[in-house]
Structures are given as structure tokens and as C-alpha cells.
């Protein structure tokens, strides 16, 4: 990482520390004031952070769009919660269900112009909260804002996914892992792709049917195809972008879905998108989710006691070191800050 890369990060942290020992007094109608407990990582701050170096995200932006926290205090108007309760709020505060809208972007917790959740304390509109699972920690429930309700909507709530099923999930990451973990629970069979033997290895521990090293196997796709008898996989998480997308087309079932979510190898990915037309199969665009999916995912990780992986918890103070060790690519699950 270039020092340019950590000074920003440093600099955030000031920012930060700055804001934090100043108390939010004016808690409007329909808001919710939130002591912030516990906030993770994605790939997607990593992007922000660069984006913030380079002039595309606002100078002194607040960063992260996951967290978990107490209510402090609710606002005129606000049902259904009271001081005390532990909730999240959703990426996108304003989707609350229903059809995507498009504006929904510009709101996004932790982007260009929005602030994000790494901050003390936080102030909400009600409609953007959900009550995380009961049996799940302040670390662990502030994995599943984007990465958890990432791999749900596209395997769930736009794929339908059945029992018996095959699911292909790319990497060992905090989609790629919580993917693995909601769709063996359904009773699929997981496919895992990683270049390391060691991350393989705990990615059948918990729960993978196969696994393929792509650096032995470069040709993963037509393992999937020998794996399954020729079929192919039915959903498949494509996380890797350029380098991955040819390979997915091939490796997707007639009638298969392929999940658009990830960037991993770059932007502009032009795959050959010809054969899905005789495949009958589609491509899903997939982008985090609303509160009503939010509120189903966390319904469905309390009736099966999913606990998601955390590779490592950092203190606020070290909040720098935890986007390096994302950065390192070497963490094998989320990446959680406790505050």
C-alpha cells in the first residue's frame, strides 16, 4: 500500500476521533440517534478511500456503510423502537422495499457524497433500521449490512434457490464466505474457489460440497461442468469481474442464474454473453439490498444459527491497520472495527 494510500486513511481516523467526542443533540421526527457499537469492511471502502485520494468522494467523508448499534434516542413520530434496542441501518436508508430505484445510489451509506457509519454515534431515519438476529454479536451483525444482504438478495431473493441445488461462489471473501454459509443452510451444494489450500480447507469446514484451487485448476470452469456431470452450476456468485465472467457464462446450467456483484479484477467486463441466450440462462445485477430483504436475512440467520466469519476485530484507534489487512487480501471472512 503507497503512503499517499495510508495518510488518507490516518487522516480519516482524525477526522473521526474529532467528530466523535462531539455528542448529537437534535434528533429530528422520524430519526433514530444510534451509539455505534461494532462496523465492518467491504471491498467497496476500499474503492471509496482510493476515490477520496483521487478527487471522486468528498473530502473528509465519513467512511463504511456497515454497523450495528444501541438506540440512544427516537425522534417524534417513530414507532417500533426504544431506547436500548440494538439495530443496523440499511446501505441504501431510502430502499425500503419494493423496486429499486436508481436515486437509491446517491444515498448509499459510506459513498461520494454520503456519509458513512464509522462514527460514535449516528443519526438514522427509522425506516432504515432492522433488528439484527438476537444470537449474533455487535462484530458479527455489522458483517451482513452489504456483504450478508449482498449474497441474500442474489441467491434468495432473486434466485429462488432451492434445495439440491448447486450454488458457485468465488473466493473466500465476506460475500463469497456468507453465500456459502446461507446456501448450505438451504440445503444447496457449494462450490468454493480460492488460490490458497489453507482457505479451501476451512471453506469445507463450513459447509462447501466441493472446492477448486484456480491456481492448480485454471481451468475451474470445466471442473464445475466435470463436477457436476456436465450441468453446470445453477447460481453462480461472480465476484471476480474480467478475469472471471467468460469462465461463469461457461460454467452456468441451462436456466441458471449468474449473479453480477463483484470487481475483484477490474471494471468493463465484456464477456461473450452469447451462449446464455442456448442456455436459457440470465445474468442478475445485484446491488446490496432493500429493508424489507434485510429484515428477511437476518430472520433467516436466527432460525439457522448462522454465525458469519470474522477474520479479524480492530479497535477504532486501528482503524487504519484494518483497511491494510483488507487491502492485503490475505483475510479469510469479514474484517470488523469495535468502537
Request: negative net charge.
Amino acid at each position: 500500500m503507497n503512503q499517499q494510500y495510508k495518510i488518507r486513511i490516518v487522516g480519516a481516523q482524525a477526522q473521526l476521533q474529532e467528530q466523535a467526542g462531539a455528542a448529537i443533540h437534535e434528533v429530528a421526527a422520524g430519526q433514530v440517534l444510534l451509539q455505534v457499537k461494532a462496523a465492518s469492511l467491504n471491498y467497496r471502502d476500499l474503492l471509496t478511500l482510493q476515490g477520496a485520494a483521487n478527487g471522486a468522494a468528498r473530502d473528509g467523508l465519513v467512511p463504511l456503510s456497515d454497523a450495528v448499534g444501541t438506540v440512544l434516542a427516537v425522534g417524534d413520530g417513530v414507532q417500533g423502537w426504544q431506547v436500548g434496542d440494538r439495530a443496523s441501518p440499511n446501505f441504501f436508508p431510502a430502499w425500503v422495499d419494493g423496486r429499486f430505484d436508481p436515486a437509491h445510489l446517491q444515498l448509499a451509506l459510506g459513498g461520494g457524497n454520503t456519509d458513512g457509519v464509522l462514527s460514535q454515534q449516528l443519526l438514522v431515519p427509522a425506516q432504515s433500521l432492522v433488528a439484527p438476529a438476537a444470537h449474533l454479536t455487535d462484530e458479527e451483525a455489522a458483517t451482513l449490512p452489504c456483504a450478508g444482504l449482498t449474497a441474500w438478495h442474489a441467491l434468495f431473493e432473486r434466485g429462488q434457490v432451492r434445495a439440491g441445488e448447486t450454488v458457485l461462489v468465488q473466493g473466500t471473501g465476506g460475500v463469497a464466505l456468507l453465500g456459502l454459509q446461507l446456501a448450505a443452510a438451504a440445503g444447496a451444494r457449494v462450490i468454493v474457489t480460492s488460490s490458497s489450500h489453507a482457505k479451501l480447507e476451512r471453506a469445507r469446514q463450513l459447509g462447501a460440497w466441493v472446492t477448486i484451487h484456480y491456481g492448480d485448476n485454471p481451468d475451474w470452469d470445466q471442473q464445475v461442468l466435470a463436477l457436476t456431470e456436465g450441468l453446470g452450476a445453477d447460481h453462480i456468485l461472480e465476484l471476480g469481474g474480467p478475469d472471471t465472467y467468460d469462465r461463469s457464462i461457461r460454467a452456468v446450467a441451462a436456466g441458471g442464474r449468474i449473479a453480477q456483484i463483484g470487481v475483484l479484477s477490474g471494471f468493463n467486463a465484456r464477456p461473450d454473453i452469447q451462449p446464455l441466450q442456448f442456455k436459457n440462462a440470465r445474468i442478475d445485477g445485484i446491488c446490496v439490498g432493500s429493508v424489507a430483504q434485510f429484515q428477511r436475512l437476518n430472520q433467516f440467520m436466527a432460525e439457522h444459527r448462522i454465525r458469519p466469519v470474522i477474520d479479524r476485530v480492530f479497535d477504532f484507534d486501528a482503524s487504519p491497520a484494518a483497511y491494510t489487512h483488507l487491502a492485503s487480501g490475505q483475510h479469510f471472512g469479514k474484517v470488523a472495527i469495535r468502537l
